[in-house]
């Protein structure tokens, strides 16, 4: 079962999410490739996402110009994908709530508990890098090429 999609409004992008679940707030925080509605019909990770779903109000977010919600021109900075989990979990009435993310959604979860620590419970981070990208004090990054 799909949960129903619904988008919170961040600046000017709708930002879409799902909710599913009972239980402690936990967010999840996809990398850099999600499609909330089509992650449902991926039979391993939907019963990922049941799992989680089953411990927990699992509220699962598509960041601005990923799957659902609006596209962007250009690049968005990581302060206005962190206003998008604020408007996210402000939409579903959460005071505070676990962090879950994953590679770079991960950085982006890192960014918001810094910013907000009052909104956050606690965090979870899965295949998450120091840095995306390498420059000379970090080399195990991603070059500039390989990203475009």
């Known amino acids: 079962m799909t949960p129903e999609t619904h988008y ?30 089509w992650s449902w019909e991926h039979p391993p990770f939907a019963r990922f996402l049941e799992r989680l779903a089953s411990f927990s109000r699992l509220i699962i977010l598509d960041k601005r110009g990923t799957g659902l919600s609006d596209p962007v021109l250009g690049e968005a900075t990581p302060e206005e994908r962190a206003l998008d989990i604020l408007a996210v979990l402000d939409a579903v009435g959460s005071d505070h ?16 508990a810094s910013q907000y620590p009052e909104r956050v419970e606690g965090l979870a981070l899965y295949a998450t890098p120091a840095k995306l990208t390498q420059d000379d004090s970090y080399p195990h990054g991603w070059s500039s090429a390989a990203i475009r």
Do not use: C, K, M, W
């Not at 409004?9 to 509605?37: C, K, M, T, W």
């Not at 993310?101 to 918001?112: E, I």
């Open 8 to 37: 919170a409004r961040a600046g000017a992008v709708n930002v879409a999410y799902q909710v599913i679940g009972e239980g402690p707030d936990l967010l999840y925080v996809p990398g850099f490739v999600s499609h909330a509605e």
């Open 97 to 112: 709530a676990t962090l879950f993310g994953t590679f770079d959604g991960g950085t982006l979860a890192t960014l918001f």
